[in-house]
């Protein structure tokens, strides 16, 4: 059996969350800006097939969250599947999990930044993201309680948002369930695609495992937080895909550029567009708040191993928060919202999301009866599932985050390299 190893940080975090805080931070990560954009994308690769789409993205979501959870109760630690994989499998395995989560992550921060510039201040974008990571980060650096409360906010708000207009929509002379059929437009690469695309909106959940150090009771909190949030999640995202779906069919979704308020319009519900607009600017900010406290807890975890500058593994001795790796995060995207638009290239980061939970449900396949393995399948189905769709994406974002997955793999040689050539110790 393998031991949990040590934090070797400046000082342990502080268990302050409970099960209710750890399904908030797993709704805020879920039920984020994603379900306000991806429906769009998705119905015009899966057709009429969108809600098989949907439920082949849940069923690989649940797989990997039950990997993840039955992970997380074994190793309490912060990082995920970082340290799932450097204890099931090995260091470099560990690592790459790492590598993939942190570079994919730190890309898709800045992006969901400049999302929430998108619909606060068009004109002003790249302000209003410097200014939104600011912000977030000043909220992480000040306790996870803090994050929570702010999370328990926003996913309160877009909650609100979604629920009107999905009662707008189902209540609605215009909506129509025969636009729910599937008809011969639907193709097995075609829902492939749609369910990598709509696979992202389920990831959150990760947030809570990656947060598994600052959990109280993680044996019980996290695998019940997480099947909970999950489970939430795939009832609100079914029901809007439902009601968009009754009122545009699946050719008006597939063009909506703003999926929810061409919904919206098209129920005659004018009215509801500006709160549609706002649920969208929060959702983004509960989004970039997960992703900051995942990123930065990863960068913990690695830092501790010297993967990544072991300054950054110092703990607030206040806060009980990783405070250097939230500086640094916030600052790397703070920078690259302030200077680059990243919203349209960050395809490897799908990809890496996709390689980190293949790991995690690697490392679950090896777990034994008494350690609290899944049934076999589980592991096997997530794996699988995480492949098929990894390379089910577009050629060109397979072509990225394969070179950023082997830019990883050549630093750790190096560093295990130089560590050899040193008399050091190696990886």
């Known amino acids: 059996m393998h031991t949990e190893r040590a934090p070797t940080g400046t000082g342990g975090m502080k268990r302050r969350l409970g099960l209710s805080d750890a399904v908030v931070i797993g709704l805020g990560s879920m039920i984020g800006a994603g379900i306000f954009a991806a429906l769009g994308p998705a119905a015009d690769a899966a057709g009429s097939g969108l809600l098989l789409a949907l439920a082949l993205a849940a069923v690989v979501a649940y797989c990997n969250a039950t990997s993840s959870a039955r992970l997380a109760a074994l190793y309490p630690r912060s990082g995920g599947t970082y340290v799932y994989g450097r204890e099931r499998l090995g260091a470099f395995w560990g690592y790459l999990a790492g590598w993939a989560f942190v ?96 696979f992202f909106a389920f990831a959150g959940y990760a947030r809570i495992a990656t947060l598994g150090e600052e959990v109280r009771d993680p044996a019980r909190t996290i695998p019940r937080a997480i099947p909970i949030a999950l489970g939430i999640t795939l009832a609100v995202y079914a029901l809007v895909a439902v009601a968009a779906l009754t009122l545009l069919g699946p050719p008006g979704l597939a063009h909506a550029t703003a999926p929810l308020s061409d919904a919206a319009r098209a129920a005659g519900a004018d009215w509801l567009v500006p709160a549609v607009r706002v649920g969208g600017a929060v959702a983004a900010l509960g989004s970039l708040l997960a992703l900051i406290l995942g990123v930065s807890r990863t960068t913990l975890a690695m830092a501790r191993d010297r993967h990544l500058p072991h300054a950054l593994a110092s703990v607030h001795p206040r806060f009980g928060v990783p405070h250097r790796a939230e500086l640094a995060v916030g600052t790397v995207v703070a920078v690259l919202a302030a200077t680059t638009d990243v919203r349209g290239a960050i395809g490897f980061s799908s990809f890496g999301v996709l390689t980190y939970y293949a790991i995690a449900n690697a490392s679950a396949w090896t777990l034994t009866e008494e350690e609290g393995r899944p049934s076999r399948f589980v592991p096997v189905i997530g794996l699988a599932g995480c492949a098929t769709l990894a390379f089910a994406l577009p050629a060109s974002t397979v072509v990225s985050g394969t070179a950023v997955l082997a830019l990883g793999a050549a630093l750790y040689g190096l560093r295990k390299s130089r560590h050899a050539e040193h008399g050091g110790p190696g990886s």
């Open 103 to 198: 570079v994919g992550k730190t890309a898709s921060c800045a992006a969901m930044a400049l999302t929430v510039g998108a619909y606060l201040w068009p004109g002003q974008t790249h302000a209003v993201a410097v200014a939104a990571v600011v912000a977030l980060t000043a909220v992480n650096y000040t306790g996870v309680q803090k994050s929570a409360l702010l999370t328990r906010a926003v996913v309160a708000v877009v909650l609100a948002v979604l629920c009107a207009v999905i009662v707008t929509a189902l209540t609605s002379a215009h909506a129509d369930t025969a636009r729910l059929g599937i008809g011969p437009d639907t193709t097995v690469g075609g829902l492939l695609r749609a369910a990598g695309l709509l």
